[in-house]
Nanobody, 126 residues
Framework: QVQLVESGGGLVQAGGSLRLSCAASGSIFSINAMGWFRQAPGKEREFVAAIRWSGGSTYYADSVKGRFTISKDNAKNTVYLQMNSLKPEDTAVYYC???????????????????WGQGTQVTVSS
C-alpha cells in the first residue's frame, strides 16, 4: 500500500503562483509514476501532469503546458506541482496519485492510477 498526502493548496489571485506537494509513504518501491489530476465542480476529473519515478520523464496537459511544472525529490518521496500564471479556470480540487503501471501515454489516464491522496483545494480569483 502507498499513502499520499497533499499540501499547498489555497486561494490566490489570477496571475499568481502556488506550489503543491505530495508526500508518499509505504510501499514506495512499487511506484512507477506519479501524477496530478484536478476536478472542478460539476466536471470530470482531468489529467494535469505526470512524472516517471525513475528518470523523471514528464507529461503535461495542453492547458497547463508552460505554466505548471511537475518535479520530484526521490530522497523525500515527494512530488511537487509548481503552478505559475494561474487562471480562474485552474480552480479545482487537485489530487495526487501514484501508479504501479508502466510509464507511457496511458500515464495520463486516471484509471491507470492505484493510489490517491485526499485532495487539496486551489481557488484562483479573478
Amino acid at each position: 500500500q502507498v499513502q499520499l498526502v497533499e499540501s499547498g493548496g489555497g486561494l490566490v489571485q489570477a496571475g499568481g503562483s502556488l506550489r503543491l506537494s505530495c508526500a508518499a509513504s509505504g510501499s514506495i518501491f512499487s511506484i512507477n509514476a506519479m501524477g496530478w489530476f484536478r476536478q472542478a465542480p460539476g466536471k470530470e476529473r482531468e489529467f494535469v501532469a505526470a512524472i516517471r519515478w525513475s528518470g523523471g520523464s514528464t507529461y503535461y496537459a495542453d492547458s497547463v503546458k508552460g505554466r505548471f511544472t511537475i518535479s520530484k525529490d526521490n530522497a523525500k518521496n515527494t512530488v511537487y506541482l509548481q503552478m505559475n500564471s494561474l487562471k480562474p479556470e485552474d480552480t479545482a480540487v487537485y489530487y495526487c496519485a501514484a501508479t504501479r503501471g508502466s510509464w507511457g501515454p496511458m500515464s495520463v489516464d486516471p484509471d491507470e492510477y492505484d493510489y490517491w491522496g485526499q485532495g487539496t483545494q486551489v481557488t484562483v480569483s479573478s
